[in-house]
C-alpha cells in the first residue's frame, strides 16, 4: 500500500521504516513541528515534587536535551500515558516508571491511585493540547503543576506540494496521530483545492477525537486501541 505519514519528526521516519519493514511505500510530509523549551522543564523540575507526568514521546525528547541535568530526576515516579513512552522513557534512566493506558484520562486515574496523599505532580505538557487530562487530575482532587516543554508549530506547504504527491493517484490510506494534525491536513488540502478521496482512499485515526473534528468527504476508521500498533493493523484489515 501507499501510506502518508503526517506526523512530526522524527516520529514520522521512525513509523515510515516500520511500514517499509511491513512492505508499504511510503511518503512523509509532517504538518508540525515541535519547538522544545527545555528552559521551562528545569524551572519546573527545580521546584519540589514526588511525581513527573508525560503523555507525548515529544516531552521524552525534551527531557533528554536536559543531558546531565537530568540525572538527579531519573528515580522520581514518573507517569506515561502509554507503553511506547515509558519504553522511551526508561531508555532515559527513569527507573521508577507507572504506565497508563494510552489516554489521558486513564492516565489520571493512575496517578490518583499510586500518587501519595499530599504529593505533588509535575506534568510535562505541549501546545496545543485537549486538557483531558489536566481536567481529570482536577476532578480527582490530584496536586498537580503543568509546565509547557513545547509547542507544536504548523507546517506550511505551498499550493502544489500535495497535488505533486498524488500525480500518480491517491494514497491507500494517511495516518493521523492527533487533532491538530487532522486540523493541519484539512487547512492544506484547502489550500491545495484537494477533495479528500483526491489525497487518500482512507483516514486512518489513533482515537476516536482525530476523527470527530474530520468533516464529511473523509472516509476514515480509528484504530481499537490508541497506540501504532493498533493504527497499522487497520492497514492489515484492508
Known amino acids: 500500500m501507499r501510506v502518508l505519514v503526517t506526523r512530526p519528526r522524527p516520529s514520522a521516519e521512525s513509523t515510515a521504516a516500520k511500514l517499509g519493514a511491513m512492505g508499504h511505500e511510503t511518503a ?29 514521546a515529544e516531552a521524552v525528547r525534551v527531557l533528554g536535551s536536559l543531558g546531565p541535568a537530568l540525572e538527579p530526576h531519573f528515580g522520581t515516579p514518573l507517569f506515561s500515558v502509554g507503553g511506547a513512552t515509558a519504553r522511551a522513557a526508561g531508555g532515559l534512566g527513569f527507573t521508577d ?8 484520562e486513564g492516565l489520571a486515574e493512575t496517578v490518583a491511585a499510586h500518587l501519595p496523599a499530599g504529593g505533588a505532580l509535575v506534568y510535562l505538557a505541549g501546545s ?34 500535495l497535488p505533486e504527491l498524488v500525480r500518480a493517484g491517491p494514497f491507500d490510506a494517511v495516518l493521523l496521530y492527533s487533532r491538530e494534525t487532522a486540523r493541519r491536513l484539512i487547512a ?19 482515537s476516536w477525537p ?26 492489515e484489515a484492508e
Open 28 to 56: 512523509i510530509l509532517p504538518m508540525l513541528q515541535a519547538q522544545h523549551l527545555a528552559d521551562a522543564v528545569l524551572t519546573a523540575l527545580s521546584v519540589p515534587h514526588q511525581a513527573i507526568a508525560i503523555t507525548s
Open 97 to 104: 516508571i507507572r504506565t497508563g493506558p494510552g489516554t489521558g
Open 128 to 161: 496545543p493540547r485537549t486538557g483531558g487530562f489536566e481536567r481529570s487530575l482536577h476532578e480527582r482532587r490530584v496536586d498537580y503543576r503543568t509546565a509547557e516543554c513545547y509547542r507544536m508549530a504548523p507546517v506550511h506547504y505551498s499550493a502544489d506540494t
Open 188 to 206: 492544506t488540502l484547502r489550500e491545495s483545492h484537494l477533495q479528500p478521496a483526491e489525497l487518500a482512499s482512507r483516514c486512518l485515526c489513533l
Open 210 to 235: 482525530i476523527r470527530e473534528i474530520l468533516p464529511a468527504g473523509f472516509v476514515s476508521e480509528v484504530a481499537a486501541a490508541p497506540d501504532e500498533e493498533n493504527l497499522f493493523r487497520l492497514l
